[in-house]
């Protein structure tokens, strides 16, 4: 079965501390990996993606993840958290026909001063 | 471009009236997605189109929910009779060809209460 895993529910980092929210997928095909952020009464915004080549990828907000094809897994890392990082993070699969997203059940992010 | 517009940002209604949830894509976009989020089941694909089509509708939850994109630049998504186990967070989004990548793109959601 497709599936997506995010193991850790809420997470709470130190502003300035590093962060890393992990993410683990089943796939039967080719995977194409997203990492979207869900401010509170907000959508969905796009972080970064991973489609093939370099297996670590740089997104927006300095936001980076890795792609691990033997783990399958797709970690989200950030070496300095800032305060107005809190918020939900999901990671997603999908095909590269752009067929419909598999979510994972998010992760929450507080961030304390 | 505007994004994805929904409307309306938030509805409430009683248990037993029509809902009716609107969705405006980027323009160019080839493909809509209809998701609903809960606490309990996170974010799920109710249904998608392909240049108008629909393609998967497996996530539509029963025959309450209809779902119609009668052009390119309009879809609505309906439930009839509505119920309180409706209540979520609804998403739309679309995606284009660009670059050679899809990327779907997210409206800032319909949050929909049914009491």
């Known amino acids: 079965a497709q599936s997506v895993t995010q193991p850790d529910i809420h997470i709470t980092v130190s502003e300035g501390a590093s962060l890393e929210l992990r993410c683990n997928y089943s796939?039967?095909?080719?995977?194409?990996l997203f990492w979207y952020v869900q401010s509170p009464g907000q959508g969905l915004q796009l972080l970064l993606k991973?489609?093939?080549?370099?297996?670590l990828v740089q997104g927006i907000k300095g936001f980076e993840a890795e792609f691990k094809r033997s783990q399958s897994s797709f970690n989200l890392r950030k070496p300095s958290v800032h305060w107005s990082d809190a918020a939900e993070y999901f990671c997603?699969?999908?095909?590269?026909?752009?067929?419909?997203?598999?979510f994972g059940k998010g992760t929450t992010l507080s961030v304390s001063s | 471009d505007a994004g994805v517009i929904q409307s309306p940002r938030h509805e409430v209604t009683e248990m037993g009236q029509e809902v009716t949830l609107r969705c405006k894509p980027i323009?160019?976009?080839?493909?809509l997605f209809w998701y609903r989020q809960t606490m309990m089941r996170g974010l799920e694909l109710l249904i998608y189109?392909?240049?108008?089509?629909?393609?998967?509708d497996s996530g539509m939850p029963e025959d309450r929910f209809s779902a119609k994109m009668p052009n390119a630049s309009f879809s609505t998504l309906k439930i009839q009779p509505s119920e309180p186990r409706d209540s979520a967070v609804y998403f739309c989004?679309?995606?284009?060809?660009?670059?050679?990548?899809?990327?779907?793109?997210f409206g800032a959601g319909t949050r929909l209460s049914v009491l």
């Open positions: 997603a699969v999908g095909s590269q026909a752009g067929t419909a997203l598999i």
């Open positions: 796939y039967g095909a080719t995977p194409y």
């Open positions: 989004a679309s995606s284009g060809l660009a670059g050679g990548q899809f990327i779907q793109y």
């Open positions: 189109f392909n240049n108008n089509v629909p393609i998967d």
């Open positions: 323009s160019g976009h080839n493909s």
């Open positions: 991973y489609f093939s080549g370099d297996t």
